[in-house]
């Protein structure tokens, strides 16, 4: 239910593949050492004949996004929690919201950092294969479990599988120069995005149309992801991935880049030398293009508007998904169906997706300060997401549900690109991954902490309506805490441009979603690149 939703991560590449393309046509950037151009250069001699002869990439691409629309056909993952509450598993609403799903989140956050340093490490095709396993014991257990135990095993490999997904999102990376970027970043999202939506809608077709049971679903959904599994066995081996697997002459210009004082960035003029590593190739894991951005992140921290997106990244995200691991108790218990032709799971999931990418298309034609409106922005979308919360919470219609919930993701979806774009657009892609990986985790331990005090039977064991009273005060708090630095801002904003004679200086102009600078004397972030 999840699966369009984390590969939001390849949202996040199309930032740092829109910066690349123009790093490319920038010379002072080019001098300041842009990453993603250095380590691409060092492999391949020309972009442009790679753009020119699409023969070197087109079919590995290809291969990729086809395995990923397959990957995304689990027709019977819409319909898991009627399943856990029908006559065939027969399992309490009370077992399913306060024992079972919060492993979930438990698994999801123990396994993310691993999974993002092996995706790394090992080159992102044995992550693939481990989360195709991991689907595939998911929908055994589903099939073959019947007991408590069993079903919190089912859980904690759905975690895994979700902490696989960064695999994918950026493995289309290693296969391409930079400049092909955001070409290739947006056939990966849409293949994921319409194998989430196909999977939907033959789903509820199976249920409605063709009257078969939950159990003959599952084993549809099994075939499926066994397949997904031996596509994953023949995907392509990278050379190379973006921190641990690179050529001696791209670790020694990523650490020359990295350790860059942001002193020395902003005073180029005062003729002395800029501290950079030493012309020997990191020897230890202190002096590694990992630790090295990882210091880096403190300085990009510094940036109020990198900073406002990372926190809505974090607690916005935290409320949405904790939203999306429980509406489905939340339906059934509102209308518990004697049938299963009359749950509608499926289709609200894909009339969900469609409005989501539409939302998300449609971002990128808003021009707006965002330096000065982002605050009052999230604030207002924010507020109407905590109204559709109160009226899932206190309604006793299942449409309004459906309608509230596909509201409630499309308004979140909406933001999501935005936020890419604001966190991205001054990053090289080496530091925009760690940024999100940092956004992400934080956020997870954020869900875990909330699940042990408002759902775990070992903690308050909230049944699933005074669940959603919860997550209504947590996004009316982050509305109320919005709106007052949106005031603040704005105040700040007027009153500068009051003093500075109706205009503000060093204003940017606006834009489609990241502003662009129009003084070049602006101080630069700490990797190169102008903010």
Not at 63 to 90: D, H, Q, R, V
Not at 314 to 329: A, E, K, Q, R, W
Not at 425 to 454: D, M, P, Q, R, Y
Not at 508 to 528: A, D, F, I, Q, R
């Amino acid at each position: 239910m999840v699966a369009e939703d984390t590969a939001g991560s390849g949202d996040r590449s199309d930032g740092e593949k829109e910066m690349d393309q123009k790093a490319s046509e920038d010379a002072e950037r080019q001098e300041d050492g842009d990453v993603a151009m250095a380590a691409t250069a060092a492999e391949s001699p020309s972009g442009e004949d790679e753009v020119r002869d699409p023969r070197k990439w087109k079919w590995s691409v290809i291969f990729l996004c086809f395995y990923g629309f397959m990957a995304s056909i689990k027709p019977g993952e819409p319909f898991i929690t009627p399943y856990l509450l029908s006559p065939e598993k027969n399992f309490t609403r009370e077992q399913v919201t306060n024992e079972i799903t919060p492993v979930l989140t438990y698994s999801y956050m123990a396994v993310l950092v691993p999974a993002f340093l092996l995706t790394d490490l090992l080159r992102y095709k044995p992550v693939l294969i481990l989360q195709g396993i991991s689907q595939v014991i998911i929908w055994i257990i589903l099939l073959l479990g019947g007991t408590l135990l069993q079903m919190q095993f089912m859980e904690f490999f759905y975690g895994i599988t979700m902490a696989c997904r960064v695999a994918y999102s950026s493995y289309i990376f290693s296969l391409v120069n930079p400049v092909l970027y955001q070409r290739v970043a947006g056939y990966s999202r849409s293949s994921v995005l319409l194998g989430v939506f196909t999977s939907s809608i033959l789903g509820q077709l199976c249920m409605s149309l063709g009257n078969i049971t939950f159990y003959t679903l599952n084993s549809i959904s099994l075939g499926f992801v066994s397949f997904g599994l031996l596509l994953s066995l023949c995907l392509p081996w990278p050379k190379r991935s973006l921190f641990f697997n690179r050529t001696n002459q791209e670790e020694k210009e990523l650490v020359e880049v990295a350790t860059k004082s942001e002193l020395d960035k902003m005073n180029p003029k005062d003729g002395r030398p800029s501290f950079a590593a030493p012309p020997c190739p990191a020897s230890t894991w202190k002096d590694s293009v990992f630790m090295q951005m990882l210091l880096e992140v403190r300085n990009v921290l510094k940036r109020p508007n990198l900073r406002l997106w990372s926190l809505w990244w974090v607690f916005n995200s935290t409320g949405y998904y904790l939203v999306l691991f429980y509406v489905h108790i939340l339906w059934n218990k509102v209308y518990p169906a004697t049938e299963n032709k009359n749950v509608y799971n499926g289709g609200v999931e894909a009339a969900s997706t469609l409005l989501s990418a539409i939302a998300s298309f449609t971002a990128g034609f808003v021009k707006i300060r965002w330096n000065v409106w982002s605050e009052l922005v999230i604030g207002i979308i924010t507020a109407v997401q905590a109204g559709l919360l109160l009226l899932m919470r206190t309604t006793d219609d299942i449409w309004v549900c459906y309608v509230c919930y596909v509201l409630f993701r499309s308004f979140y979806q909406f933001l999501v690109p935005i936020a890419t774009f604001q966190i991205a657009s001054s990053l090289t892609k080496e530091l925009c991954a760690l940024v999100f990986g940092i956004n992400t985790f934080f956020g997870t331990v954020l869900k875990t902490i909330i699940s042990l005090i408002f759902t775990d039977k070992r903690g308050l064991a909230l049944d699933v309506h005074s669940q959603f009273l919860v997550y209504f005060f947590y996004f009316t708090l982050l509305t109320v805490v919005y709106f007052a630095c949106a005031a603040v801002v704005i105040c700040r904003h007027y009153r500068n441009e009051r003093r500075g004679g109706g205009v503000t200086r060093d204003q940017p102009t606006p834009t489609e979603l990241s502003p662009v600078v129009t003084n070049k004397e602006l101080e630069p972030l700490s990797n190169g690149n102008s903010a």
